[in-house]
Structures are given as C-alpha cells and as structure tokens.
Nanobody
Framework: QVHLVESGGRWVQAGGSLRLSCVAS????????AAWFRQPPGKDRVLVAA????????HVEDSVEGRFSISGDNTSNIMYLQMNDLNPEDTAVYYC????????????WGPGTQVTVSS
C-alpha cells in the first residue's frame, strides 16, 4: 500500500499558474501509471492527465491540452501537475491516484487539494 498526499492548491486569479504536487509517502511511486483527476463543485470526478511509468508516456485531456502538463519519475516519490492560464472552469478538488496493474482502474487515492480560480 501507499499513502498519497496532494499539495499546492490555493486560490488564484484567472490567467495565473499553479503547480500541484503528489507525494507517495515512504517509497518511490509504485504501480503501472499515475494520474491527476479533478472534481468540480457538484460534478463528477474526471481524469485530467496521466503518466505511464515504464515508457514515461503522458496523456493530457483535451479540455486542458496546452495548459496543463504532468511530470514525475517513479524513481522518486513525487509527481507534479503544472497548470497554466487557469480559468474559473478549472476550479475543483484535484486528486492524484495510482493504477497498479495497467487496468486503468485507479484504486489508491490522495485526499485532494482545492484549487479555486476567480475571474
């Protein structure tokens, strides 16, 4: 098992940038892949970006393409989500999660970090 903790969320004005961090406590990042999800107020949680460790391939959802990027290294214990040109629609709780076996089922989650973007 692994304990994930997100940080870096805060209030920011539209057009600003934030970098979120996800730390896997006590070990390097395990599993097949890791991802960032977000849950806007009153809406479902959705995928934002993912990274596959053995190939370092990354995926970013169309809704944030060109503004967000995911990075990390499974030889360390930290993963990042760089978010640029933020807008109010990016307001959400952001979570990191692990897919242990490549099934695209993420079953280890952090508690989340709140990002609030004001216009």
């Amino acid at each position: 098992q692994v304990h994930l903790v997100e940080s870096g969320g805060r209030w920011v004005q539209a057009g600003g940038s934030l970098r979120l961090s996800c730390v896997a406590s006590g070990r390097t990042f395990p599993g097949y892949s890791a991802a960032w999800f977000r849950q806007p107020p009153g809406k479902d949680r959705v995928l934002v970006a993912a990274i596959i460790w053995n190939s370092h391939r990354t995926h970013v959802e169309d809704s944030v393409e060109g503004r967000f990027s995911i990075s990390g290294d499974n030889t360390s214990n930290i993963m990042y989500l760089q978010m640029n040109d933020l807008n109010p629609e990016d307001t959400a709780v952001y979570y990191c999660a692990i897919d242990w076996d490549g099934s695209a089922y993420f079953d280890s989650w952090g508690p989340g970090t709140q990002v609030t973007v004001s216009s």
